[in-house]
């Protein structure tokens, strides 16, 4: 089945690694045995219906940023670098602390779509940014803008993940990284083909001493351990030559411990127990994640289609330090949140014609929430004052099921030969909390201006329910003359998001070395949702802003040559909200009258970020460098407007030495020496202050790591 290229942003980052060397390629790649004729045929059969699968999903007029495995490897850690750090080196994306939101996309909160060969995957109540494992990922294609019909709900970004597949000679690879703050991370993979079945695992467990953002400027924290396991499995059996069943798996465990901030002051009595010292309390966080999906894959002519059925399960449980949060906060919450997700995605395209390309779709969710917590909190007197000092425990569950529907149709117009125009419409329904629905007209157009320059232009009208999961509802009344009361009485439900998003970029060539992207957005936004942390569990609260909006320009360069390129990525952004509508009960009344009549920034609106790197190659050596850049998210000065400073700016630089040793005994070897935030630059990434901000959160100072892996 022939198709005429598609116009699109030229993917960047990939050409900036394009020559680096990656013991996996390598080994997978290898010739297989004489003998092995029936797996060379199913490895063609992969590679057409991977090709089919990627032709599902459309990407004209959309901004396209591309990273592949030879990029990650640049990176300090390598395919040890946290999935969300590897997306800060993507226009566009900022970074934020752990228990934040970790990274925002065009100055949006969270609002991030991951999907994974194809199947979009259940959100997560830990954050998928950390559950994913980079190691298992072979590419990953980051689409922004204006997004044609296919994509819905979260669409901030698209995080599309091509998965590492079984090779026609199996192998594997172990390695270990070990470095600073107590960090050991071994991981081990497995892969190859069997005749018609084809399969890759992988897993690695990690343990370290800086599981969460510092609330200190030193070099170690506090009570800061964490213990995190991750397992990933994609198998494949090949029925025909045009059909493919596929089983994907993954899980995730977390433990974590909070990190302590000595020499605070209590503000309550409790009785018959000693105030613990701020510095010694013991509280913790447990996460949890996994998830299952089975999908069946065919082409038939020019008709191709995918369906999938999946299952999600996340939990998150944090266990307070009881005394101490009593007597430094008043408030213990032993808080439990779980999330069960079932449903079937179905995405088919038909080439109708020569110049008409159809792309249809469904996609059904149904999720149940629980939110079970047990607080302690003591009597108020009417004035402020403690009214007993003896604490008493409240119990405040609840559930919730709700329902997702999508359906989508859209068609792809080759009108010439340097014109391509993809517009259709999708309808989304929602009940959950509330009951809402909306149907969003997408319209792209493509145009090849002359050769190695294109331009695209796109609108698209967006709906965005809240995340179930996070919009668990307390009963306010249930804390009424207590230690836990709401400032505001009042809270209402949060709404869905209702957005009208326009983009236009231009992608230009100068020569085979060098490309360069500029791209421009401007989103009009009702019912604007954001997150915020509101207690000790770094569990986010979603609510509205009544009307916002958000602007930004990013720009974006790489160069490239056979040893050595670089990149350099520069965003302008700003996003600003009015009059909080739901979730009022989470804010104090002189905020809720001041963002009521004045537009006021979202805590996460970073001005400018930067991001770049180089590398050279020389022989059967890399060495490479990557810089973050960021003016700094917002803050709330003392007696100032909300969100209306900033923190300081600050820079952090890493660098990474790797060799790799080939045909040795145990296979091809190879060594990494990282050296990260090189110049040991202290910098704020929180100050606790803001709207919905949690502790002061400092980023990791100077680290070092080194790492030693095989494959064979």
């Known amino acids: 089945m022939q198709h005429k290229p598609q116009l699109r942003t030229l993917p960047l980052l990939i050409a900036a690694a394009f020559y680096a060397q990656h013991a996996y390629a390598e080994d997978g790649a290898a010739d297989a045995a004489p003998d092995a004729a029936p797996m060379q045929q199913v490895e063609v059969t992969a590679a057409h219906l991977k090709s089919a699968r990627i032709d599902l999903s459309p990407n004209v007029g959309t901004t396209i940023y591309s990273i592949d495995k030879h990029m990650v490897d640049q990176l300090g850690q390598g395919d040890n670098t946290p999935f969300n750090e590897v997306l800060l080196r993507l226009p566009g994306v900022s970074q934020d602390s752990k228990g934040s939101g970790s990274i925002h996309v065009r100055d949006d909160h969270a609002n991030v779509q991951y999907r994974v060969n194809g199947v979009q995957l259940p959100e997560s109540i830990s954050g998928f940014g950390q559950s994913i494992d980079t190691r298992f990922v072979?590419?990953?294609?980051?689409?922004?803008?204006?997004?044609?019909?296919?994509?819905?709900?979260?669409?901030?970004?698209?995080?599309?993940?091509?998965?590492?597949?079984?090779?026609?000679?199996?192998?594997?690879?172990?390695?270990?990284?070990?470095?600073?703050?107590?960090?050991?991370?071994?991981?081990?993979?497995?892969?190859?083909?069997?005749?018609?079945?084809?399969?890759?695992?992988?897993?690695?467990?990690?343990?370290?001493?800086?599981?969460?953002?510092?609330?200190?400027p030193t070099s170690s924290a506090l009570h800061d351990k964490t213990n995190q396991t991750k397992s990933f499995g994609a198998l494949s059996y090949f029925l025909d030559d045009n059909t493919r069943l596929g089983l994907m798996f993954g899980t995730y465990n977390g433990r974590f411990q909070i990190p302590n901030n000595p020499n605070q002051d209590a503000a309550f009595t409790v009785a018959g127990a000693a105030t613990p010292d701020s510095a010694q309390l013991d509280e913790n966080q447990r996460e949890k994640n996994r998830f299952v999906v089975l999908s069946l894959q065919k082409s038939v002519g020019d008709l191709n289609y995918q369906v999938s059925g999946f299952h999600q399960y996340s939990e998150l449980h944090y266990t307070p330090d009881a005394i101490g949060d009593l007597a430094y906060n008043g408030v213990a919450s032993d808080t439990l949140r779980s999330n069960t997700s079932n449903g079937m995605q179905f995405d088919a395209s038909y080439k109708l014609n020569d110049t008409h390309t159809l792309r249809a779709g469904l996609a059904y969710t149904r999720q149940t929430t629980h939110s079970d917590n047990s607080v302690g909190v003591f009597d108020m007197n009417d004035d402020g004052t403690q009214a007993s000092t003896t604490p008493r425990t409240i119990i405040d569950n609840s559930s919730k099921t709700g329902k997702q529907s999508s359906v989508y149709l859209q068609d792809e117009w080759h009108i010439s030969a340097p014109l391509t125009v993809?517009?259709?419409?999708r309808f989304d329904k929602v009940q959950a909390f509330v009951s809402e629905q909306q149907w969003s007209p997408r319209i792209n157009v493509a145009y090849q201006l002359a050769k190695g320059t294109a331009l695209h232009a796109g609108y698209s009208r967006y709906f965005t329910p809240p995340p179930q999961e996070l919009a668990a509802q307390s009963s306010i009344d249930k804390y009424a003359g207590t230690s836990n009361a709401p400032e505001v009485g009042v809270s209402d439900n949060v709404k869905s998001e209702r957005t009208n998003y326009y983009?236009?970029?231009?992608?230009?060539?100068?020569?085979?070395?060098?490309?360069?992207?500029?791209d421009a957005y401007y989103k009009k936004i009702r019912n604007m949702l954001d997150e915020g942390q509101f207690g000790q569990a770094l569990i986010l609260s979603p609510f509205n802003y009544d009307r916002g909006y958000a602007?930004?320009?990013?720009?974006?360069?790489?160069?490239?040559?056979?040893?050595?390129?670089?990149?350099?990525?520069?965003?302008?952004?700003?996003?600003?909200?009015?009059?909080?509508?739901?979730?009022?009960?989470?804010?104090?009344?002189?905020?809720?009258a001041y963002i009521a009549n004045h537009y006021i920034h979202v805590d996460h609106d970073q001005t400018v970020s930067v991001s770049g790197g180089a590398h050279y190659h020389f022989g059967d050596s890399q060495i490479s460098s990557d810089v973050l850049y960021g003016s700094g998210l917002r803050l709330t000065p003392d007696n100032g407007a909300p969100n209306s400073g900033h923190l300081p700016h600050y820079t952090t630089v890493n660098f990474a030495l790797t060799h790799t040793w080939k045909a040795t005994p145990v296979g091809t070897v190879e060594g990494r020496l990282a050296l990260i935030n090189a110049f040991d630059k202290v910098y704020l990434l929180r100050d606790g202050s803001g709207v919905g901000v949690g502790a002061p959160q400092y980023g990791e100072r100077r680290s070092f790591y080194a790492g030693l892996s095989t494959s064979f």
């Open 551 to 592: 602007k930004g320009l990013e720009l974006s360069g790489v160069y490239s040559r056979k040893n050595w390129g670089g990149f350099l990525n520069v965003t302008t952004q700003k996003a600003e909200g009015s009059n909080i509508i739901s979730g009022q009960s989470l804010f104090g009344p002189d905020e809720l």
């Open 422 to 425: 993809n517009y259709g419409v």
């Open 138 to 216: 072979e590419s990953t294609d980051f689409i922004t803008g204006a997004l044609p019909a296919q994509f819905g709900l979260r669409t901030a970004g698209i995080i599309d993940i091509q998965t590492k597949e079984g090779q026609p000679k199996s192998g594997g690879r172990i390695g270990v990284l070990a470095g600073s703050h107590g960090y050991v991370e071994p991981s081990t993979e497995f892969f190859g083909t069997q005749g018609a079945f084809n399969y890759y695992l992988s897993g690695s467990y990690l343990t370290n001493k800086l599981g969460i953002e510092n609330p200190l």
């Open 503 to 518: 983009d236009v970029g231009l992608s230009h060539q100068f020569s085979e070395e060098l490309t360069f992207t500029a």
